[in-house]
């Protein structure tokens, strides 16, 4: 996707996320949002017509609306996200939706003064491990942690941690590569 582009996915996605928050917060149903924007993220995942639904331009905005709310209707979204997802579609914003989710998930997290992280790991963690890199993670941060971890066993060793703006890289990976360049600056 070209960066002018990116970026105006980005900002959509943003503003829908801020709107589609404050109107949850305000009517006392977040936690109601947040449940039925997880069960939408799920049929998004399991279903590739949806995914063709939101991501081509390809259907009028009369067919995405009549779609969305058969989705609306079926999975049992009624109320202000079933909404939101009505007037997402009506506007024609459906190709920016998962930023929208992407974006509303930030802003809940800030709200309830969690920070999330993307944890990069060699291998696998155990439970006891996650809990010991949350525990670092909120020192560092000062607030709590939520962390989400996938497995890259091009690591060798080591983690990546990206949090906010911040990127801490203790892969083997990297550090070989840092002895590599070193050694080729030297020799």
Do not use: W
Not at 13 to 36: C, H, K, N, P
Not at 75 to 82: K, N, R, S, W, Y
């Amino acid at each position: 996707m070209p960066v002018a582009t990116s970026s105006l996915t980005s900002g959509v996605a943003s503003r829908y996320a801020q709107s589609l928050f404050d109107i949850a917060l305000e009517s006392g149903v977040l936690a109601t949002v947040e449940d039925q924007l997880g069960a939408f993220e799920a049929l998004l995942g399991e279903s590739e017509d949806l995914r063709r639904l939101i991501a081509s331009p390809v259907f009028s905005t009369d067919e995405q609306v009549k779609a969305i709310g058969t989705i609306i209707e079926r999975a049992g979204l009624q109320g202000v996200f079933g909404n939101f997802l009505k007037v997402v579609a009506s506007n024609r914003r459906l190709f920016a939706l998962p930023g929208m989710i992407e974006a509303f998930r930030v802003i809940a997290a800030e709200h309830k003064g969690i920070v999330s992280a993307q944890v990069a790991s060699a291998f696998a963690l155990t439970a006891e491990q996650e809990q010991d890199l949350k525990a670092a993670l909120k020192d560092v941060a000062g607030k709590d942690v939520e962390i989400a971890v996938t497995v890259d066993p091009s690591l060798l060793g080591g983690l990546i941690v990206k949090m906010g703006s911040r990127q801490i890289d203790t892969s083997l990976r990297t550090k070989l590569s840092s002895m590599k360049l070193a050694l080729k600056e030297v020799g």
